[in-house]
Every structure is written in structure tokens, then in C-alpha cells.
């Protein structure tokens, strides 16, 4: 099976569990009406820009998932 990226890439379940092993997979979330929206980055550096933008929809910041089965899960 495959999964998508937050950047559109399409990857496979070893690469995002690869990716968490060595700790670059990156939960990136930004802002929606009425909530967040959450994807997954395999490359991602640390960010978080909340509060630093002209608007909360500008809003950026990752979080390291908890697990592969967390990040495959949120993988679109």
C-alpha cells in the first residue's frame, strides 16, 4: 500500500517506519476552520511558526510522531 506525503510524494509503510526509526518523519500541522489539519513529512526540519505570521492560516509546526503506525495513519 501506498500513502501520500504532505508535499504530495507518494510512499510506501517501510519508508515512513524508516523515517521515524531515524527520527526525520515530522507530523506538520497548520490551520483549518474549526480546527487543524495534519499531514506527514518524511524530511521535514522542526518548525513552528505560530504567532509569527500576519495570519493563523500562515501557521506552521511539527511535532515528531509517536509511533510509525501514528504516522502512517495520518499520511493522506
Known amino acids: 500500500m ?3 506525503t504532505i508535499a504530495g510524494d507518494t ?3 517501510a519508508q ?3 523515517a521515524c ?6 507530523l506538520v500541522h ?7 489539519r495534519t499531514g506527514l513529512s518524511l524530511d521535514m526540519p522542526d518548525t513552528d511558526t505560530r504567532g ?3 495570519s493563523v492560516w500562515e501557521e506552521v509546526w511539527t511535532t515528531v ?3 510509525a503506525a501514528q504516522a502512517r495513519q495520518l499520511a493522506n
Open 30 to 36: 497548520t490551520r483549518t476552520d474549526g480546527g487543524t
Open 11 to 13: 510512499v510506501t509503510y
Open 52 to 54: 509569527e505570521c500576519f
Open 2 to 4: 501506498e500513502y501520500l
Open 65 to 67: 510522531p509517536r509511533s
Open 16 to 18: 515512513i517506519k524508516a
Open 21 to 26: 526509526d531515524i527520527g526525520t518523519a515530522r
